[in-house]
């Protein structure tokens, strides 16, 4: 059975205030640098909500492929600025076609929300297929001894924010389970113009670094470098993975 997106990139009411909610987007500032460090001009991203990214790089004039399973963050992707010159496909890895890119990234711990070890495979395997030889798989994930989701917590997340065209929104997120390394969290969004509440339930997998450089081994990559995060010292590791030639 496919995976349902969870309701923080699906609900359309949620979907459409996700950006001003995230306005600081200075993490994919790293990414932008890495695809010019290597040098790529086809691009596949994976997990591309609402297509900040993808956005980045097609301003760029890089040719990008842009891959979500939520419609509804890809029906706000689509309505932006400049959208046509990106091509988006609601799904997911599993059914992607040979692309021949030459970089694929999952920014913003995507990674993390492929939860089941057959999801997660299954993505390595189409991402593989997807990049041509000689490609590279960039992503985050969180260190899970840093243990990042003892501050989710309503007191510590707790905001007001003001958007344009909405309203006032009041927003929080509480861990709700921990379980192995399983962490799942719920948001909550209460829109001050009708008193709306909207929850979205979400689990994270945290994978030890041995574990995702194992299973990247076992399916044909060769992980050249991780990196420490430069925003977040200490807190993510950066894989880069090649498909050898």
Known sequence: MARVPDNIFEHPRLAAIYDALEADRSDLDVYVAIA????????????????????????????????????????????????????????????????????????????QAIVEPSDWEATLRGVYKAMRPGGHLVFETRVPARRAWQEWNRAASHRNTDIQGVGAVESWVEVIDVSGPLVTFRGTWVFASDGEVLTSDSTLRFREREEIEATLTAHGYEVTEVRDAPDRPGREFVFFALRPQ
């Open 36 to 111: 010019e460090e290597l040098g790529a001009r086809r691009v596949l991203d994976v997990g591309c909500g609402t297509g900040t990214f993808a956005l980045l790089l097609a301003d760029r004039g890089l040719d990008v492929t842009a891959l979500d399973p939520a419609g509804g963050s890809l029906r706000v992707a689509r309505a932006k600025a400049g959208s046509e010159r990106v091509h988006w496909i609601h799904g997911d890895a599993k059914s992607l076609p040979s692309l021949h890119v030459d970089l694929a990234t999952m920014t913003g711990n995507v990674a």
